[in-house]
């Protein structure tokens, strides 16, 4: 993991892309469970938002 090496996760500069979701096309849902796992999982590692 990223602490064997003496580092610390802080926070994530990138996102998933939500293009679809700020305009309402087809697609808005899957994109928005992927937002959704990706907060999941960084609250699991804790990093925060």
């Known amino acids: 993991m990223i ?3 003496g ?3 802080t926070i994530i500069e ?3 892309p939500m293009d679809k979701i700020i ?3 087809p697609g808005k ?3 928005l469970e992927n937002v ?3 907060i999941e999982n ?3 590692l804790r990093i925060e938002v």
Request: aromatic content about 10%; overall charge negative.
């Open 36 to 38: 959704a796992k990706l």
């Open 23 to 25: 305009y309402g096309l």
């Open 7 to 9: 580092f610390k996760l």
């Open 42 to 44: 960084m609250g699991k």
């Open 3 to 5: 602490e064997d090496a």
């Open 14 to 16: 990138d996102n998933p």
């Open 29 to 31: 849902e899957e994109q």
